[in-house]
C-alpha cells in the first residue's frame, strides 16, 4: 500500500521539514518539576517500604557488595528467564535495594516499583527539555511523551499499590487491573517512540537516549507479573488454561463496572435524565461549550458527573477529557443530531495521537446517543474522529465517522454496543482491551490507489491483555464503496505490531471483503506472532476457503476458544458480571 501507521504519507509526497521554531514553556516547567519532586518522595517512601518488607522476610544484606561484583541470586535468575529481556531484568534489579535478598515472590513488586522508579525518573529528565525549541510536529511529539509519561506513572503506582498488599491485607486492584495497567503503560511508551517517527534532530535524539529500556522494563514486569498464577495471557489461547465462566447469565446485562443507577442511565429517556451540566449553542444551558463543561467537572470524583449536549454541531479544538476528570458521562440527543466535529490531520503537522477531534483518557468515561467526526477527508490521511484511553469505558449508540484512522481504541478496557463506525484505511485501530457488540462498520470508498483495512491492532507484547473482538456485527460498505467495489478491496484487518489480535465472531460479513479477509503489514511481518480469528461468521464475505495460510491465521472451531473474546472473558472477567441493565450478550450467543 504504502502507507505508514502513524504520521505517514502518500510515497511521492512531502510534509515541511521540522525547524526550530516553538516557544518555550517555562510555567509548565516549574509545575511539573514540583509535581516530580513530591511524587518523587512518594516512590523513594515505597522502595523503602518495600525494602523492608524484603529485610524481615530473609536473612542477611546485600548492602556491602560493590554493583560490580553482584551476581544474581537463584530468585533472580528464575524471576528474570520468565521474561522477554532476561539481561536487562537481571541488570536492573542487581542495582535495586533489597532485590538481592530477595525472595521470588518479593521480586514481583521490586519489579513494578524499579520500574516505577525509572518512568519517573525519565519523566523528570526529558521535562528539561519543554524549553528547547522545536518544529510543530516535534512539539506536538514531544506534548504527547510528557502526557503518556504522567499517565504511566500513575498507571505503574496504582499496579504497585496493588501487588503490595496493605496493612488490613487488601489491595487496590485485581489481577485483571494490573494487568490491564501495565499492558496500558507498554502501550504508551510505543505511542510516545511512535510519535517521533517522522521526524529528526536533536530533540527526537535526546528523548529516544532518555526513554530508553522503558518498554522492555514494562514488558519484564507483565512477564512476571503474568506468571504468578496459571493464566494465558500468551494471547493465543489454544491450552486453554484460563478458567471458564460455569454458566452463560441470561441476556440484558451490561458492564459490571457500571452501577445500577448509571446502567440504568444508559437507556432512559434524555428527558428523564437530570444532567449536572447542560451545553446549548443557544444559550439555553449551563455552557455554550464542550470544552466550558469540561472545565466544570471535578477531578478524581467518584460521582457521575452527566453532561447533557443539545443537538447541534459543535466544533472545538481537540476536546478532551483528560486522565484526572474521572466518571463523566457524555449524553446526546441522538446520532446525526448531537455531532462533535473537527478536521485536523496529519497534515496539519501534528501526530495521530493528537488529531482527535474528541479524546477520553478519564476512567469510567461514557458517551451515548452522539456523533463524533473527522471531516479531514481521505487525502489527509491520518485523521481520527474518537480517542479513547479510558478504563472502563462504554460507548452506546454513536456515530463515529472519518475515513483513515477513524477510531483510535488506544487502551484499557472498552466497550462498543450499538455504534456506527466509518472509515477507510485502519479504520478501528490501537491497543486497547476492546469488544464491539451489534455495532455496524461500515466501509467507504478511498483514495484511488488506496484499500480498505478495518482493523490495525498493535498489540506488541505477548503478555498485554488486548485485542479487538468484534462480536454480532455487521461489515456493510456505503453506496459509493459498493458501487465501485471492484476497484477497491476491502480486509479485515492487517498487523500493526507483532502481536496483533483481532477477532471476528458470529458477524455478518457484506460481499465488498476480500476473499482473503486479511491484509500483510509489510511482507512477512508478524505472520507466525499475530492471532486472527474468524468464528461462525455468515454473508457473502464470510467464507473462508480461500482465506490467508498465515500461521497465526485461524478458523475457530471451538466454542471454548471462541469464548476467550466475549465479553464476560475478555474484558470483564466472570466475577465482573452484573444483574441487571440493557440488552447485552455477555456469552457468545443468548
Request: aromatic share 10%; proline share 4%.
Amino acid at each position: 500500500m504504502g502507507y505508514g501507521r502513524l504520521g505517514s504519507v502518500e510515497p511521492g509526497s512531502s510534509q515541511p521539514e521540522p525547524q526550530d521554531d516553538a516557544v518555550s514553556m517555562p510555567t509548565r516547567r516549574r509545575k511539573l518539576k514540583l509535581l516530580l519532586v513530591l511524587s518523587a518522595v512518594f516512590i523513594v517512601a515505597s522502595a523503602v517500604s518495600a525494602g523492608i518488607v524484603v529485610g524481615l522476610r530473609t536473612k542477611g544484606s546485600d548492602k556491602t557488595k560493590a554493583p560490580g561484583l553482584r551476581k544474581p541470586t537463584q530468585a533472580i535468575s528464575r524471576t528474570c528467564s520468565k521474561t522477554r529481556y532476561p539481561s536487562l531484568c537481571v541488570n536492573s534489579l542487581l542495582q535495586f535495594p533489597g532485590a538481592l535478598s530477595a525472595q521470588e515472590p518479593d521480586l514481583v513488586h521490586i519489579s513494578v516499583n524499579m520500574t516505577l522508579q525509572r518512568f519517573d525518573r525519565a519523566l523528570y529528565v526529558v521535562s528539561e527539555f519543554s524549553n528547547v525549541k522545536m518544529a510543530t510536529r516535534v512539539r506536538f511529539a514531544y506534548n504527547d511523551c510528557l502526557e503518556l509519561l504522567d499517565d504511566s506513572v500513575d498507571l505503574l503506582t496504582r499496579s504497585l499499590g496493588s501487588v503490595v498488599p496493605a496493612r488490613d491485607g487488601t489491595l487496590a486492584g485485581s489481577k485483571a487491573d494490573v494487568m490491564t495497567w501495565l499492558s496500558t503503560a507498554l502501550t504508551n511508551q510505543d505511542t510516545c517512540t511512535d510519535g517521533f517517527d517522522e521526524v529528526n534532530g536533536y530533540v527526537k535524539d535526546q528523548m529516544l537516549a532518555r526513554l530508553s529500556d522503558l518498554s522492555e522494563l514494562v514488558s519484564n514486569c507483565l512477564a512476571i507479573y503474568a506468571a504468578t498464577d496459571d493464566e494465558d495471557f500468551t494471547g493465543v489461547p489454544i491450552q486453554n488454561r484460563r478458567r471458564l465462566m460455569g454458566s452463560s447469565p441470561e441476556s440484558g446485562e451490561l458492564p459490571g463496572w457500571l452501577s445500577k443507577r448509571e446502567r440504568s442511565l444508559l437507556d432512559v429517556p434524555v428527558t428523564a435524565i437530570r444532567a449536572d451540566i447542560v451545553v446549548s449553542k443557544d444559550g439555553n444551558g449551563s455552557v455554550k461549550t464542550i470544552s466550558e463543561a469540561i472545565k466544570k467537572v471535578p477531578e478524581y470524583s467518584s460521582r457521575r458527573t452527566i453532561i447533557y449536549v443539545k443537538a447541534g454541531k459543535y466544533e472545538e479544538n481537540n476536546l478532551k477529557v483528560g486522565r484526572k476528570k474521572m466518571n463523566v458521562m457524555f449524553i446526546g440527543d441522538g446520532k446525526g443530531k448531537t455531532v462533535i466535529s473537527g478536521g485536523k490531520s496529519v497534515f496539519d503537522n501534528m501526530t495521530t495521537f493528537h488529531t482527535a477531534s474528541f479524546a477520553a483518557t478519564g476512567a469510567g468515561f461514557i458517551a451515548r446517543d452522539m456523533t463524533f467526526e473527522n471531516w479531514a477527508g481521505p487525502a489527509r490521511h491520518q485523521a481520527v474522529a474518537l480517542r479513547v484511553g479510558a478504563d472502563h469505558a462504554v460507548v452506546y449508540r454513536c456515530n463515529v465517522i472519518g475515513y483513515q484512522d477513524t477510531l483510535y481504541v488506544h487502551s484499557q478496557r472498552q466497550f462498543f454496543r450499538e455504534c456506527d463506525i466509518y472509515g477507510t484505511v485502519d479504520f478501528i485501530f490501537g491497543n486497547a482491551a476492546v469488544v464491539f457488540q451489534n455495532c455496524t462498520m461500515y466501509a467507504r470508498k478511498p483514495m484511488l490507489g488506496q484499500k480498505n483495512t478495518i482493523t490495525a491492532q498493535n498489540r506488541k507484547d505477548p503478555n498485554q491483555n488486548t485485542g479487538i473482538s468484534i462480536h454480532a456485527c455487521r461489515l456493510l460498505a456505503t453506496p459509493d464503496l459498493q458501487w465501485s467495489k471492484a476497484n477497491f478491496s476491502t480486509y479485515l484487518g492487517r498487523p500493526w505490531k507483532m502481536y496483533s489480535r483481532t477477532v471476528y465472531l458470529l458477524s455478518q460479513m457484506g460481499d465488498h471483503i476480500h476473499t482473503r479477509g486479511w491484509l500483510e503489514w509489510n511482507a512477512t511481518f508478524a505472520l507466525d506472532t499475530l492471532y486472527y480469528g474468524e468464528y461462525m461468521n455468515y454473508g457473502p464475505g464470510a467464507a473462508v476457503g480461500q482465506r490467508v495460510g498465515w500461521p497465526g491465521y485461524r478458523v475457530i472451531n471451538s466454542t471454548v476458544e471462541a469464548s476467550k473474546f466475549t465479553v464476560a472473558q475478555f474484558i470483564f472477567g466472570s466475577s465482573w458480571l452484573p444483574s441487571t441493565g440493557v440488552a447485552f450478550l455477555a456469552g457468545l450467543s443468548v
